[in-house]
């Protein structure tokens, strides 16, 4: 059986039967392939943000995050992170270049999910126990606006075109649709049980919703705000990356990655991982996926042609990554 988790949010998604099979890979650790960037873990346990080079594999720096770090997103140009820190109640403001907190943002009660607008920077905050999505002003660092979604909302996602705002509300089974304009809920769209990360593709077409109450993947249409496909994947998903036609799940309880076709809407592997995997991420050039291991405390770099585990980075306790996690 594995450990309990010790922070607030750790056991807040329930998991109730197993999901899809699992096709085990073994772990083969293989020379580097080109790799760019950096991979910014939050690792909730040790208070840490940990800067992993991605092409050297291994942690080259760490910067102290009070208050159980656990979302994260970036700047539109990449030179500020921006980490939601659920126990202080705040977002920290980390310069990239420098490696150092900035600023902290007290924001809600209950911060979890964090994006940026890709147009303006404006700072999206999904609040947990306020059931709000707060929007941060990235200069003055003051809030612009709250905005009432749905319960319990965690990932945050916004459309390439910046004209949409989404938001998984767990605990109401459902997407909020907020218009980035007028910062008001237009729709609402019921997902699987218990939806968690949320993503959508590069096209601005669809949203997938990592679903940990009923062990699967909702596709939605974001032109008709239709759900078109449930795809069932692992044990308890808590988050979806998509790169070269595929979506990879990090199922928590399954301590696997599922791989989905998204255009049939099957599963075609899992691959063995370490144990709890939460953030997940593809690399800009579609050749890796990282994912994070909450109880091995691990960073694992999945190589999408072979679909097999090439490396594991040890990063500090707990690592969360729950968001756009890797700088390019």
Known sequence: MRAVRL?????????????????AFTLVFVPARACAGEAWVTSQLADRVAVVDVAAGKVVAEVAVPGRPAGIARSPGGDRLY?????????????RSRRVVLATIPVGIGPLGIAVHPRDGRILVADWYEHALFVIDPVSHAVQARIEVGKSPSGVAVTPDGLTILTADRDSDQISVIDAASLTVIATIAVGQRPFGLTIDAEGGRAYTANVGSDDVSVVDLESRQRIADVPVGKRPYAVALTGGRAYVSDQYGGTVSVLDVASFTTVAAIEVGGYPEGIAASADGRHVYVACWEDSTLERIATDSLRVEQRIPVPEGPRAFGAFLVE
């Open 83 to 95: 980490v939601t820190a659920p126990e202080a109640k705040a977002v920290a403001v980390i310069d």
């Open 7 to 23: 922070s607030r949010f750790g056991t807040l998604a329930g998991a109730w039967f197993m999901g899809a099979w699992v096709v």
